[in-house]
């Protein structure tokens, strides 16, 4: 039997009215504020019905939904909310916006006049008809609150369309005129409205018994998760009802890791350092060994010596004047001599002394000193400028400018007025010794051959340690310098300013290893027999040495220290201190004589246990 159902065709009049009147969005959930006030400002409705689903990004911030509100009333725009979010509902409330639960009776108004239809009767085929009754079921309720549960629950059940279903609506159609007149009454309904609006119920669909297509798939993107087949209800209702156990078990696992955490945090991540003293023990050794020249290797307390033989020259030049054989020479300068006594001449003789705070000068000729003189009524000195040379050589004399008196004229008239003064240093006085050149003396000659020996015996030695080979070792005891030939170049008395002093030396000194003194040590240590212990030697001095250099022997006392260390197993102790407190060491150590101390450096700080395991 063939099934019919009524297709409605509403006229262009009518649909305008409808969609003037509001307009509903279907907002996704990721999606941003300003794609939702960019829906709003392209709006031509006054009333604007947003659909938002659950956990909505914009819906999760005041402050978005007070943006949203701003600009619906800088647009002279109403809006309303539908959404299930009861969070997001309560934000949008406080804002100042209107919320909804659903979108039920949104389609057309309670008291909206009948829109005009065209009917005709469509055939359907059976196919069309499932299709049809499964997006009517599917999409029928979409916001209420039992939506999910019926989609669940009807998911189960076998969707079939009756063969036998024959649907013919009928709706009565309205003249053109009554169309003018509801137009014109909407519009005045609707801004009577806009202070205080409330949705009305509507029972039926602007498309009859279908849904509107833009909806339709909006909406079956934003719910599809009901929509899906029934091998998968599973997953949906697990999406819904496993909010709780998933927060469960990520506690569960967290305090598990925790726990884990924790375990090995105190097993393995503590650690100790452990660091063990030995009882070292000083042992001194005080024996005298022999070296000889017959002797190519240790034997007992006899060791090879090797000898060395060398000669070297030197020769260094002295000055005569720096060792002091020069005469000191006395300081010269000029005077300018005054006579305030009379108008009349003073005669004063060559080697007349000048005194000037103790030293004493003389003049080297005959001056003539002129008398006073009268200029304009006032009276003058006479003076005149002489030469005169310190009474004894000297440094001393050379004084810098001052005022002399005459000695001569102490006790008389002319003491105060005849005297001396100097502008300009006196210079030339030497000392003693200091002189340009001079005869050389004995003095000379000892001097120069004291320091030239010293020269040639730091010469030699440095000789002979050049020859020495890695390891070996030269005493001072073991050392004969001979010098063979000095003498100078010139004799007492010869005039010269410098002279030069040559010298001849041999050298022949007996050289040991210090290797073969540690091995003759390391022998005795052997015969001691020491067990559980190993020792080094960490010292070792050489007292008094004879050489006899007829028979190329040298005999030598020496002192050695040796530094005996207790053989200690480490893994062995390591193992017993594994697991215990700090004041629990002492137990464990006072077993083991060979140690002296122990410390113990615990990271972190706070843990005084040893850990359970070695890292």
Not at 338 to 367: C, D, H, M, W
Request: aromatic residues 8%.
């Amino acid at each position: 039997m063939r099934n019919w159902i009524l297709k409605s065709l509403i006229h262009a009049p009518c649909f305008v009215i409808n969609e003037c009147m509001h307009q509903t969005f279907y907002i996704d959930a990721d999606e941003e504020i300003s794609s939702v006030i960019d829906r709003l400002n392209k709006s031509v409705s006054a009333d604007n019905y947003f659909v938002v689903p659950k956990r909505a990004i914009f819906l999760q911030s005041i402050v978005n939904l007070k943006l949203l509100k701003r600009e619906a009333e800088k647009t002279g725009k109403r809006l309303i909310i539908v959404t299930q979010d009861e969070i997001g509902a309560s934000m949008a409330e406080r804002c100042g916006l209107s919320v909804k639960p659903s979108v039920e009776g949104l389609d057309v108004a309670e008291n909206e006049p009948t829109p005009y239809v065209e009917e005709s009767v469509y055939e359907m085929s059976p196919e069309e008809i499932d299709e049809f009754e499964d997006k009517k079921n599917r999409l029928s309720g979409i916001g209420s609150k039992d939506f999910y549960d019926a989609a669940v629950s009807s998911s189960k059940k076998n969707i079939k369309a009756s063969a036998n279903v024959k649907s013919q609506t009928r709706i009565p159609v309205k003249s053109s005129s009554d169309m003018k007149n509801v137009r014109s009454n909407k519009v005045a309904e609707r801004q009577a409205q806009e202070s205080a609006y409330e949705p009305k119920k509507s029972t039926k669909s602007f498309y009859g018994n279908k849904i509107d297509p833009y909806k339709e798939k909006t909406l079956e993107k934003m719910y599809s998760v009901g929509n899906k087949p029934l091998e998968k209800e599973s997953t949906h209702a697990v999406s819904e009802v496993s909010g709780l156990a998933k927060k469960i078990f990520m506690a569960f696992a967290g305090l598990c890791f925790l726990i884990f955490a924790g375990v090995a945090v105190y097993l393995f991540l503590p650690s100790a350092n452990i660091m063990i003293s030995p009882n070292v023990l000083e042992d001194k050794i005080d024996m005298v060994i022999y070296g000889n020249t017959e002797v190519s290797q240790v034997e007992e307390k006899t060791m090879p010596v090797r000898i060395i033989d060398k000669e070297e020259k030197i020769s260094l030049a002295y000055n005569v004047a720096e060792n002091g054989s020069g005469a000191g020479k006395k300081a010269r300068g000029n005077v300018a001599l005054y006579n305030e006594y009379s108008n009349s001449p003073q005669t004063l003789i060559a080697t007349t002394r000048i005194e000037s705070e103790g030293k004493i000068f003389r003049l080297t000729k005959n001056v003539v000193v002129p008398g006073t003189t009268t200029v304009s009524g006032e009276t003058k000195p006479g003076v005149i400028e002489a030469e005169v040379v310190a009474d004894q050589p000297g440094e001393d004399f050379n004084i810098a400018p001052t005022s002399f008196k005459i000695p001569g004229f102490k006790d008389g008239p002319k003491y105060e007025k005849f005297y001396a003064k100097s502008t300009e240093n006196f210079e030339g006085g030497t000392s003693e010794g200091a002189g340009e050149s001079g005869s050389v003396t004995q003095r000379d000659i000892d001097n120069a051959k004291q320091k030239t020996e010293v020269a040639l015996k730091e010469k030699i030695m440095k000789t002979v340690s050049d020859e020495l080979k890695e390891g070996e070792i030269v005493l001072t005891p073991a050392e004969k310098i001979t010098i063979t030939k000095v003498g100078a170049d010139a004799k007492i008395g010869d005039v010269t300013g410098t002279f030069n002093y040559n010298a001849t030396a041999s050298i022949r000194a007996i050289v040991f290893s210090e290797n073969d003194v540690k091995s003759i040590i390391e022998q005795l240590m052997k015969e001691k027999n020491l067990k559980d212990s190993n020792w080094n030697i960490s010292k070792v001095e050489y007292g008094t040495s004879v050489a006899d250099f007829d028979k190329n022997t040298l005999e030598l006392k020496i002192h050695g220290e040796i530094a005996v260390i207790p053989i200690i197993d480490i893994e062995k102790i390591k193992g017993e201190l594994l697991g215990k407190k700090d004041d629990e060491l002492g137990s464990v150590l006072k077993n083991y004589a060979s140690i002296k101390s122990v410390n113990v450096e615990f990271q972190p700080t706070i843990v005084s246990r040893i850990p359970q395991y070695s890292q």
